[in-house]
């Protein structure tokens, strides 16, 4: 019997300073309440990924956001994206899926490297319901693509450092990310 990976959010922060403090001045933080992305100001010399509430999840959903952002992105508060809070309607629920769809997956590659369970999250409970397994089989096909594609390689040396910290396989494979929509749910995806 194996023992089950314990994950401590200290462990991924110093994983995630260790690699990307001296190189782009940023650091993984401990927040209260909301995410939030802060570049460098006059108060914090240094840029801010900040995840909710001490959650590891948080931490590798906020993280994938910053490993998907480029150089003028990283610049700006959150990345100078806007954000319809909960409550969406569908038409706008299906917009913020477009664009979760990369970080999503980039957080999926980050939670395997972790052995860390992986769930979407549509972020949408006071909202029109969509179907969930829809959205995670437009995810899993993103997945597969960067798997073969490549990652950057922001999130290539993210997911290294975790995966020999982790002990996990290395390289990622497709077979890491088998996911299969419930028989009953088939037709709406």
């Known amino acids: ?11 991924l ?19 209260e309440h909301e995410p939030i992305y802060l570049p460098e100001n006059a108060d914090t010399p240094y840029n801010q990924v900040v995840f909710a509430h001490g959650f590891y999840a948080s931490a590798l959903h ?52 972790a052995g860390f369970d992986f769930n979407v999250s549509v972020d949408n409970l006071n909202g029109e ?27 290539e040396e993210l997911l290294k450092a975790l995966s020999d910290f982790y002990k996990t396989p290395w390289p990622l494979t497709e077979a890491q990310f088998d996911w299969q929509c419930p028989e009953e749910f088939l037709d709406a995806v």
Not at 1 to 11: E, G, L, V
Not at 13 to 31: C, H, M, P, S, V
Not at 69 to 88: K, Q, S, T, V
């Open 1 to 11: 019997m194996t023992n089950p990976i314990s994950h401590h959010i200290s462990d």
């Open 13 to 31: 922060t110093q994983t995630f300073d260790g690699l990307f403090f001296e190189a782009y001045n940023t650091r993984l933080i401990k927040g």
């Open 62 to 113: 906020e993280i994938a956001h910053w490993l998907v952002a480029g150089e003028r992105r990283r610049e700006l508060e959150d990345y100078g994206y806007w954000y319809c809070p909960d409550g969406r309607s569908a038409e706008q629920q299906y917009e913020f899926e477009k664009v979760e769809i990369k970080p999503q997956a980039i957080e999926w590659a980050l939670s395997a490297a």
């Open 129 to 155: 319901q969509t179907c969930r397994f829809s959205f995670q089989k437009r995810v899993q096909a993103q997945v597969f693509e960067l798997l073969e594609k490549g990652f950057n390689i922001r999130t």
